[in-house]
């Protein structure tokens, strides 16, 4: 049977980084931005459009009952909810297919039964704005405030969208094996104790 | 600078015992019982009821003004609180005089300025009955229900406590380093990845 690592990160931990990392000290396939690829493929949606839609809020549609209707339209959540089951096929075909390392998109939920290595890295908000700042185009004016308020809301999105389709809280512990505050160690490390533990793993 | 574990850990968990595992494996004293029984020597206290009263849920005492009076007087609270404080000097001194282990007590957020290595265990509640049901007295007439609702009163106290003391939540991987869920992993495991993990900090 495949042996699967889901990683799930904050946004500014350098959670992307280090399952790059990973996946070529493991010699094994790393699955992310090309989800989104597959994803535009299967959708006929252009890429950045499909990300732009995956990265809109999501909005709880509660039958309101008026006069005239019982229900709200809402073009983007049938469009968020087409592309999450496209989303949904494609990671369990990757997965299917060969040991892998699959970062966010639900997958730790998705793949459940799989019994995935589930891993969550998070960080101090200061050592995320650190990264952020240093990533950051130097050019560029953007404040210190403005930075904070970007890692915030973008923490938010991705819990509300994990909420929406899991139902569970996204970066709650039960919800993964071991869980990493990425500012009290060295990247090299974490990635050294993730590959020991998916050697170890059956 | 002497290198500090603390460990916090849900009953049930296993989290002691890998405590104590991991102290023979780095050849470093552990505490847990032993901080009992010099808040005992400290207190003129008998150990057994210093355990009773450290478990004791806490008792918030909000201020209710009535005709009479502003305040209500508290017994337990004043002894929870000297207990409280002679543990925190207690614990303050075992990690100034060497590098340790120490598990529970609010040890991560008293020892927080001494940067201590802090890992939380927890695990899925299935698996902590089970090693409740081992370890306990096969004579006992024990249910199932009644392991499962003392596993929950024991977590909530715990966190009660820890929230009164610290202000902070118990269990939330904000305040830790590492989690690992005992579930997934097996015990040598966790000793070994803790261990390499401690070897590495400076």
């Given at each position: 049977?495949?042996?699967?690592?889901?990683?799930?990160?904050?946004?500014?931990?350098?959670?992307?980084?280090?399952?790059?990392?990973?996946?070529?000290?493991?010699?094994?396939?790393?699955?992310?931005?090309e989800i989104l690829k597959q994803i535009a493929e299967h959708t006929k949606l252009a890429e950045n459009y499909?990300?732009?839609?995956?990265?809109?809020?999501?909005?709880?549609?509660?039958?309101?009952?008026?006069?005239?209707?019982?229900?709200?339209?809402?073009?983007?959540?049938?469009?968020?909810?087409?592309?999450?089951?496209?989303?949904?096929?494609?990671?369990?075909?990757?997965?299917?297919?060969?040991?892998?390392?699959?970062?966010?998109?639900?997958?730790?939920?998705?793949?459940?039964?799989?019994?995935?290595?589930?891993?969550?890295?998070?960080?101090?908000?200061?050592?995320?704005?650190?990264?952020?700042?240093?990533?950051?185009?130097?050019?560029?004016?953007?404040?210190?405030?403005?930075?904070?308020?970007?890692?915030?809301?973008?923490?938010?999105?991705?819990?509300?969208?994990?909420?929406?389709?899991?139902?569970?809280?996204?970066?709650?512990?039960?919800?993964?094996?071991?869980?990493?505050?990425?500012?009290?160690?060295?990247?090299?490390?974490?990635?050294?104790?993730?590959?020991?533990?998916?050697?170890?793993?059956?």
């Amino acid at each position: 049977m495949n042996k699967i690592i889901t990683i799930s990160r904050e946004f500014g931990s350098g959670g992307r980084e280090i399952a790059q990392e990973l996946a070529k000290t493991l010699n094994i396939p790393y699955y992310d931005k090309e989800i989104l690829k597959q994803i535009a493929e299967h959708t006929k949606l252009a890429e950045n459009y499909v990300e732009k839609i995956m990265e809109t809020p999501m909005y709880f549609p509660f039958p309101i009952l008026s006069a005239h209707s019982f229900s709200i339209p809402n073009h983007t959540l049938e469009q968020q909810n087409t592309i999450y089951t496209v989303q949904h096929k494609i990671i369990r075909q990757l997965a299917e297919k060969s040991s892998c390392i699959i970062v966010g998109r639900c997958s730790d939920y998705i793949l459940n039964d799989m019994n995935p290595l589930k891993v969550f890295i998070y960080a101090d908000i200061e050592y995320k704005i650190k990264r952020c700042l240093y990533k950051e185009n130097t050019a560029s004016n953007i404040s210190l405030t403005d930075i904070r308020k970007h890692i915030v809301q973008i923490t938010k999105d991705r819990a509300s969208y994990y909420k929406f389709y899991t139902g569970q809280k996204w970066g709650e512990k039960e919800n993964y094996d071991i869980c990493f505050n990425a500012s009290k160690f060295e990247q090299h490390t974490i990635i050294e104790v993730v590959s020991a533990l998916y050697k170890n793993t059956k």
